[in-house]
């Protein structure tokens, strides 16, 4: 009878299969997470790695297990909001409603050649490539911008796709099939600057879903996420900041300097 119940709890298990890690939005637009089951394909080893494929508003992460262990899957976010008063030219065609409504390759970039159109709407951006000790990484992000006018100009920016290239160390690391990325930005002019400034409001949202590899699997999945969402929101707060500050100067230059206006609107030709 004993033997017989061992069976057949072994059975059941091999019956179960892995799980999924489905990564839902609540209505309030947090995360939540609940488990799935799937069958298992077959009981060779297998490369553990975190699959994520998007569908709608839902991303799924399947969890293929090893015979020895279960891999984990990280949810990180962010979310952070800056103002900074903006002044310029005043008239018609340099406001900053003017401004915002700009066409995807006109954008504020150091480095222009980094946008690549792809269609009305879509375009990539080649990050500068950030080298750590001996290994460098240059992701490349797809994103998606989509500009709204009633009741006002909100330039609406979504990362839809993230690559990241790199060393060797990179691609045996299998990072993209270990990171999934979500970001979403809104950029509008706001009210309640001093005297005849405006404001530039810009607000973001960051998501992210990664793979947890040795040896930080070894410590709480919790305690990895708090620790990991105090950075993250730290520097994303920083790097939004910086970033409306460049725009504003630029937003200067562009209403007040024709030739700066003329040589920009070269790159629509």
Not at 75 to 100: H, I, M, N, R
Not at 145 to 170: D, H, K, L, W, Y
Not at 245 to 269: F, I, N, P, Q
Request: hydrophobic share 40%.
């Amino acid at each position: 009878m004993l033997a017989g119940g061992v069976a057949l709890r072994r059975a059941t298990r091999m019956a179960r299969g892995p799980r999924s890690i489905v990564v839902t939005a609540s209505r309030r637009g947090s995360a939540r997470l609940c488990s799935t089951s799937a069958r298992r394909e077959a009981r060779r080893p297998t490369d553990v790695r975190a699959q994520a494929e998007r569908e709608g508003d839902v991303l799924v992460v399947t969890d293929a297990a090893e015979e020895d262990g279960k891999k984990k899957v990280a949810y990180l976010c962010a979310k952070s909001s800056c103002d900074v008063p903006v002044l310029g030219a005043t008239g018609d065609g340099v406001e900053v409603q003017d401004y915002l409504k700009l066409p995807i390759e006109q954008y504020f970039i150091s480095d222009p050649d980094r946008i690549t159109k792809v269609s009305e709407n879509e375009f990539l951006f080649q990050l500068p490539r950030l080298l750590f000790f001996n290994v460098w990484v240059a992701p490349v992000v797809t994103m998606s911008v989509r500009v709204t006018e009633e009741p006002q100009t909100v330039v609406n920016i979504e990362a839809m796709r993230c690559v990241v290239e790199g060393s060797s160390f990179v691609e045996k690391m299998r990072i993209n099939d270990r990171l999934r990325i979500k970001v979403r930005t809104s950029l509008r002019e706001a009210e309640g600057g001093e005297g005849d400034a405006s404001l530039l409001r810009a607000a973001t949202n960051l998501e992210v879903w990664c793979e947890i590899v040795p040896p930080f699997n070894l410590l709480p999945k919790k305690f990895l996420e708090k620790s990991c969402n105090s950075v993250l929101r730290q520097t994303l707060k920083t790097l939004l900041k910086s970033f409306l500050v460049e725009l504003k100067e630029d937003y200067h230059a562009w209403s007040t300097d024709a030739e700066y206006r003329e040589e920009r609107a070269r790159r629509s030709l």
